[in-house]
């Protein structure tokens, strides 16, 4: 089986990450780890979360809210390169990351790159108060929030758990025109180009 070469790219990362580590690298150069998402309180009998999809799974549909509360279907992209980004408010990580997604996607949206970027795990009134201040700073970026949101009756039903199984932020699924997944990306350090390559596995140039 070929393996595909963001993932090539990943592994490689991550053994120049673990010398580094080894090395007390600079708070400039140390990598940024994703952010693992605090569960609620768990519920009797809930069932365990499920493992983090990976590369070449049919990426699951789902409905998010956009900053005008209108529904955008995951499935209504199809035919498009999609970077899905689980992110929060909250999430230090996360905030870090935008500048660099939001340069890969004014980069490549003339080749029909769209980056949906899911608020999860967050309340839709942290949501809003942060695209009050902060959207416009990431003009070619599609900001939702998941309908479950935290606090709610339904919060284990949110997307990024649910029917994607992450856990911890930001976590970056790159989608391929045919809706299957070419690659998963956790966490974020400075000069990441993980992306990129991904991107270009799913015809991105």
Not at 45 to 67: C, H, I, Q, R, Y
Not at 131 to 140: F, G, I, L
Request: proline share 7%.
């Amino acid at each position: 089986m070929k393996i595909p070469s963001c993932l090539l790219w990943s592994l490689s990362v991550a053994l120049v990450a673990a010398a580094a580590s080894a090395q007390e690298p600079t708070p400039a150069t140390k990598a940024v780890p994703a952010q693992k998402i605090v569960p609620m309180a768990a519920k009797p009998g809930a069932a365990a979360g499920m493992k983090l999809l990976e590369t070449g799974a049919t990426a699951p549909d789902f409905v998010s809210n956009d900053p005008s509360s209108q529904p955008v279907r995951l499935a209504s992209l199809k035919g498009k390169v999609v970077v899905l980004d689980f992110w929060a408010t909250w999430c230090g990580p996360c905030q870090k990351s935008l500048p660099h997604t939001q340069a890969v996607a004014k980069k490549f949206k003339d080749q029909g790159l769209v980056v949906l970027a899911c608020c999860t795990s967050d309340t839709r009134a942290k949501f809003d108060e942060w695209v009050k201040t902060s959207q416009a700073t990431y003009p070619d970026i599609k900001f939702t929030c998941d309908p479950c949101e935290r606090g709610s009756a339904n919060y284990d039903d949110r997307a990024s758990k649910k029917l994607y199984g992450v856990a911890g932020i930001p976590t970056q699924f790159i989608i391929g025109r045919d809706g299957k997944i070419a690659g998963v990306l956790v966490g974020y350090s400075d000069g990441d180009v993980r992306l990129e390559a991904c991107l270009a596995t799913a015809g991105v140039k």
